[in-house]
């Protein structure tokens, strides 16, 4: 029974937290005390929290050092630019409609070649698996830079390394090399970005308070001893996996269909390495930490601004401060003992109440 409690307790607060905000930010933007700068953050914001958690999943969770969630990103990202052009050259252009479609579509496409990739990959660990995961992402990431993709009314043209495609006037690039995806009809709002937090919470809950995340977890604190009792380690860390990797997928569609035009280079290692950073410091296997730490991490840089060059150094001593705060044993243990020292005061005032 305490168990679920805590359980109820831990995805209500994350729950909680996530619709307050978005009630709170959005009658903010309505009535245009957010400001434009602010606004403009919204959606991005939300597409690194997707990102963040589905991090937390592999990292936190499983126990698997990931840094190529950036790399699904991207898949994501190109796959609803893809999705996207076709829709509108065949007139399907309601924005909702498109943007679901695309979700769906770089989700589908991140989890699969997470699948895929998860078949080599997860037969390392540690750092070998960090550095396998690092490199995917910038093949990624080289890859695509390469790429040129435009339509018309003969269909698809692709061409890689150079641009050879011979375009009919009705047709339109929508990858051109270096220069990533143009011309993109932006789609993303606020709305649908704290849908897709929402989801994610709810999968990402699901799976950890379940028998596989439970086997999940179970691999991860000791991986031959989860082994011997029946657990398929294996299958386990895929389902993990591949779920980190949809979820980074579903928030690269979110942001590519947020800008008219984006490269491939947005999404390189710096970014992973952020991901992680958000994750880390809002605390493994902490959702609701997660959440806070990169809203916070991803305004602080724009509500430091004015400070100039000293921006980033502020910026720095603050991720230092906090990373120091959130792992001393000191602290934790002071703020349990504060905790236990309240519920014992509730307690013992409620039985002297009830006696």
């Given at each position: 029974m305490k168990r679920k409690l805590s359980i109820n307790r831990n995805s209500a607060v994350s729950y909680s937290i996530v619709i307050v905000l978005f009630i709170v930010l959005s009658i903010m933007s309505a009535s245009g005390l957010l400001g434009r700068k602010y606004s403009s953050l919204l959606v991005p914001v939300c597409c690194y929290i997707v990102a963040a958690i589905g991090l937390n999943m592999n990292v936190g969770i499983s126990g698997e050092l990931n840094l190529g969630q950036a790399g699904f990103m991207s898949l994501g990202a190109f796959t609803a630019v893809i999705i996207a052009g076709v829709l509108n050259f065949h007139g399907i252009t309601a924005p909702a409609l498109v943007l679901l479609i695309c979700i769906i579509c770089g989700t589908l496409v991140a989890g699969f070649l997470g699948w895929l990739m998860s078949i080599p990959v997860?037969?390392?660990?540690?750092?070998?698996?960090?550095?396998?995961?690092?490199?995917?992402?910038?093949?990624?990431?080289n890859i695509i830079n390469n790429v040129y993709l435009g339509i018309d009314g003969n269909g698809l043209h692709f061409s890689f390394v150079n641009n050879t495609i011979q375009m009919q006037p009705d047709g339109s690039m929508m990858i051109s090399g270096p220069m990533g995806a143009t011309g993109v009809k932006t789609a993303s709002n606020f709305t649908a970005g704290f849908l897709l937090v929402l989801i994610s919470l709810i999968v990402v809950y699901h799976i950890m308070y379940s028998r596989n995340g439970r086997a999940i977890m179970a691999c991860r604190d000791n991986r031959i001893a989860a082994s011997t009792v029946g657990i398929n380690a294996v299958a386990e860390k895929t389902l993990a996996f591949v779920v980190s990797a949809a979820l980074g997928g579903a928030a690269g569609a979110l942001y590519g269909m947020n800008y008219s035009s984006f490269a491939a280079t947005k999404f390189d290692f710096n970014l992973s390495i952020l991901i992680l950073v958000y994750v880390v410091l809002g605390g493994l296997g902490n959702m609701t930490g997660t959440i806070i730490a990169t809203t916070l991490l991803v305004v602080l840089p724009e509500m430091l601004r004015f400070l100039s060059i000293y921006r980033m150094l502020i910026y720095a001593v603050v991720l230092i401060v906090i990373m120091i705060v959130t792992n001393n044993q000191t602290i934790r243990m002071k703020i349990k003992t504060l905790r236990k020292g309240k519920a014992g005061n509730g307690s013992g005032k409620g039985a002297s109440v009830n006696g």
């Open positions: 997860l037969k390392l660990e540690g750092d070998y698996l960090a550095i396998v995961t690092l490199a995917f992402g910038q093949i990624i990431v």
